[in-house]
């Protein structure tokens, strides 16, 4: 019934109780989880777990924090994506919040590798799984120059425009409509939850339901009321409750739409069978 669309099932603290955390997940009629990849080294792991388990799945992408990986080329990300259980181009985008003594104009790197993932999603038809932190200027501007939006006659103009969600979304309200406006779906973790994310409820209750995921990041941002403690998938359904309380909706209205809209977005993931609503 539920969804949880971003979450790192590889990460060692959650591959080392996975048995366990896929008996939650049952428990909590969270059946489906997508499993998100954040280098190439790591790439194979996170593809087993969507090979070994028919309700798991995987994409392939190197995540902009990490400046110590190998950096992925558009070749490596295009035949990597050819796998059967491989759903999306991610994540990518752009992280200024960890810039220590670097400054914007350093991280060029990061928006070269943004470029190359966006090209990787709009070369295969796959959606993008993007993070933005302390960048959305800069991830909007990129994504528009590079994601095919605009007609134009240069290279590249016969391929679809890119598509995907903006991940773990705690930007304004002002960049949730510049995201909608592009096509792009919204996802919610965990902080919606949080006692001080007031303005972050307000811009869920705005988003369109019908372009609304939920997710956990897990391991990471565990909501209310397991704060503090270690996320797994199991833990969506919590996300759903709030988006549900600020919507006006019940709860099984909001998992059925955002496993419907996952789907849509994700669609190399077969259609689940869906209980009726009465
Ligand atoms: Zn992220
Ligand atoms: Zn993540």
Redesign the pocket.
Request: glycine content about 6%; overall charge negative.
């Given at each position: 019934m539920f969804t949880d669309s971003?979450c790192?099932l590889s990460m060692p603290e959650l591959r080392a109780q996975l048995p366990d955390i896929l008996q939650a997940m049952s428990q909590a009629q969270v059946d489906r989880a997508l499993c998100?990849c954040?280098t190439l080294e790591e790439f194979e792991d996170v593809y087993a777990l969507a090979h070994d388990h028919d309700h798991l799945w995987a994409t392939v992408g190197v995540?902009p924090d990490n400046d110590d990986v190998q950096e992925a080329s558009l070749e490596d990300l295009l035949s990597r994506a050819q796998r059967p259980r491989v759903v999306g181009i991610g994540?990518t985008g752009l992280d200024y919040y960890r810039l220590g003594e670097r400054t914007v104009a350093d991280m060029e790197w990061q928006r070269e590798r943004f470029r190359t993932h966006i090209r990787a999603g709009r070369q295969t038809d796959l959606p993008l799984v993007i993070?933005t932190r302390s960048a959305s200027d800069d991830t909007l501007a990129i994504l528009r120059e590079e994601g095919g939006f605009a007609p134009t006659a240069g290279q590249g103009s016969k391929l679809p425009a890119a598509r995907g969600v903006f991940?773990?979304f705690t930007e304004s309200m002002m960049v949730a409509r510049a995201a909608l406006d592009l096509g792009f779906y919204i996802s919610f973790s965990g902080i919606l939850t949080f006692r001080n994310a007031a303005d972050l409820r307000e811009v869920a209750a705005f988003v369109p339901l019908d372009r609304t995921l939920i997710e956990t990041?897990s391991p990471?941002l565990a909501p209310m009321p397991y704060r503090g403690k270690t996320n797994t998938p199991a833990y969506v359904p919590w996300v759903a409750k709030q988006v549900a309380e600020l919507k006006g909706l019940s709860v099984e209205a909001v998992a059925e739409a955002t496993s419907l809209n996952f789907e849509q977005l994700f669609n190399r993931v077969p259609a689940t069978a869906r209980s009726v609503m009465i």
């Amino acid at each position: 019934m539920f969804t949880d669309s971003h979450c790192h099932l590889s990460m060692p603290e959650l591959r080392a109780q996975l048995p366990d955390i896929l008996q939650a997940m049952s428990q909590a009629q969270v059946d489906r989880a997508l499993c998100i990849c954040t280098t190439l080294e790591e790439f194979e792991d996170v593809y087993a777990l969507a090979h070994d388990h028919d309700h798991l799945w995987a994409t392939v992408g190197v995540h902009p924090d990490n400046d110590d990986v190998q950096e992925a080329s558009l070749e490596d990300l295009l035949s990597r994506a050819q796998r059967p259980r491989v759903v999306g181009i991610g994540e990518t985008g752009l992280d200024y919040y960890r810039l220590g003594e670097r400054t914007v104009a350093d991280m060029e790197w990061q928006r070269e590798r943004f470029r190359t993932h966006i090209r990787a999603g709009r070369q295969t038809d796959l959606p993008l799984v993007i993070h933005t932190r302390s960048a959305s200027d800069d991830t909007l501007a990129i994504l528009r120059e590079e994601g095919g939006f605009a007609p134009t006659a240069g290279q590249g103009s016969k391929l679809p425009a890119a598509r995907g969600v903006f991940h773990c979304f705690t930007e304004s309200m002002m960049v949730a409509r510049a995201a909608l406006d592009l096509g792009f779906y919204i996802s919610f973790s965990g902080i919606l939850t949080f006692r001080n994310a007031a303005d972050l409820r307000e811009v869920a209750a705005f988003v369109p339901l019908d372009r609304t995921l939920i997710e956990t990041d897990s391991p990471y941002l565990a909501p209310m009321p397991y704060r503090g403690k270690t996320n797994t998938p199991a833990y969506v359904p919590w996300v759903a409750k709030q988006v549900a309380e600020l919507k006006g909706l019940s709860v099984e209205a909001v998992a059925e739409a955002t496993s419907l809209n996952f789907e849509q977005l994700f669609n190399r993931v077969p259609a689940t069978a869906r209980s009726v609503m009465i």
